[in-house]
């Protein structure tokens, strides 16, 4: 997980573990948190750590606990038997530049990206007239069909009867269709033609009534483009507000990314000449030193060594005859006493240490008194190999605390020590 510098209402999660095995989580206790900006002096957090299930907790960090390049976390519990949890992080002021501007982003598409599903939520209510379409066009299929109808049960008789007259005529009687060809064929032109009439009077109905479903489509279109115009006229320009926004977007990004490349390149090049000289000159110096070892040891090879060839080896097999003087028994002594040898770590999670009072959270000791009397030797730090001895112990607030002879200056966080 990341942290952004200088920036409020960062959570960070962690989970507490039990300090024997290191693995099975410790639920319903209560972590102190401690910080250290920028390798400084450690400071106990402002808010305070809360536990969301199973071992795992969370804590949100103050502002200023962030306005640091190097974060080192640690989470303890002094009545517990839980293990330590250190974290560390390097906060990166960028993620920060990113998320003002992606919040500058997001606030300037908003508005009209709200619009545009007003907008779009007025086009489906209107687009309700469509219904009304499909209506009329049904309409239209529908007097087609009984135009067609109408057409084939006019004309159908008639011609029908036509073709069976002139077939018997022409087979049976051409005499008697020559004589009465006058009346038959003005018979049956009559009979087409008042079918003819008849389909002409119906398709003209049925013409009108295509022409008015038509104009009523028409109507139709007419009203939903009106009725939605000033709809698709706000969609059109909230949609131009958005690639605007994504425009000047794209180009705070690509600023950014340029400024980073810049000072990148400045860097490198202000380094590039001193760093190369430093070598060159560190390799002058390493080429002379191989020189000068060289003929030095050309110089000792042969007296030197075969001075003390003799002298050497005489050393050697006394050394050999302590050693193999060694019993069993002694090496069993020796390996009790370093068994009885304590090392522990300086804390001040509760409470700094002085030049005479010294607490520890991994010696945790109940009995008082216990390690009066002995010698308290440190490992590390400025107090490096100086030692005093224990006056007092105490176990007091979950850590041990040691009364000391004075040391010539208080020891700090974390220093090792042994007690011998």
């Not at 007239?129 to 007097?143: A, F, P, Q, R, Y």
């Not at 008849?198 to 295509?210: C, G, L, N, P, R």
């Not at 090392?343 to 008194?369: H, K, M, R």
């Amino acid at each position: 997980m990341g942290i952004r510098k200088n920036e409020a209402s960062q959570k960070v999660g962690f989970v507490m573990v039990d300090k024997t095995d290191f693995a099975t989580p410790e639920t319903g206790i209560s972590p102190t948190g401690v910080l250290r900006k920028d390798g400084g002096a450690s400071a106990t957090l402002s808010n305070t750590v809360s536990e969301l299930s199973s071992g795992e907790y969370v804590v949100t960090l103050a502002t200023a606990e962030t306005n640091a390049n190097l974060l080192q976390l640690r989470f303890h519990d002094s009545g517990a038997s839980c293990a330590d949890q250190h974290l560390t992080f390097y906060p990166d002021p960028d993620l920060s530049s990113i998320s003002l501007l992606t919040s500058g982003f997001d606030s300037a598409i908003a508005g009209p990206l709200a619009s545009i599903l007003i907008d779009t939520a007025a086009i489906l209510v209107d687009t309700s007239d469509l219904s009304n379409i499909k209506t009329i066009c049904s309409d239209i299929e529908s007097n087609l069909s009984d135009v067609s109808n109408t057409l084939v049960s006019l004309i159908a008789g008639p011609i029908a009867s036509i073709l069976v007259d002139t077939n018997a005529t022409l087979d049976n009687k051409i005499d008697s269709i020559l004589v009465d060809t006058g009346t038959t064929i003005i018979s049956d032109i009559t009979a087409v033609y008042s079918a003819l009439s008849d389909f002409e009077a119906q398709a003209s109905t049925d013409v009108t009534a295509i022409k008015s479903d038509i104009t009523a489509v028409y109507s139709a279109l007419s009203d939903f483009e009106a009725t939605n115009a000033t709809t698709l006229t706000t969609v059109t320009s909230d949609i131009t507000a958005v690639y605007s926004a994504l425009s000047d977007f794209e180009a705070a990004v690509v600023d950014n990314i340029t400024s980073v490349i810049d000072d990148t390149s400045k860097i490198l090049s202000t380094l590039d000449g001193p760093i190369a000289s430093q070598l060159s000159s560190i390799e002058v110096v390493t080429d002379v030193l191989v020189s000068d070892i060289a003929a030095v040891l050309s110089t000792l090879d042969g007296p030197v060594i075969s001075t003390m060839d003799g002298p050497l080896l005489s050393t050697l097999d006394k050394v050999a005859t302590v050693t193999d003087a060694l019993t069993a028994a002694a090496a069993t002594k020796i390996a009790i006493s370093a068994g009885t040898i304590v090392a522990g770590t300086v804390s001040w999670d509760n409470t700094n240490a002085t030049t005479t009072v010294i607490y520890c959270n991994d010696i945790i000791e109940a009995t008082a008194d216990h390690y009066n009397g002995r010698i308290m030797i440190f490992t590390s730090g400025a107090l490096q190999y100086q030692a005093t001895d224990i006056t007092d112990y105490a176990l007091d607030t979950g850590e041990g605390k040691f009364t000391v002879t004075a040391l010539t200056e208080a020891p700090a966080d974390n220093v090792t020590f042994i007690i011998v």
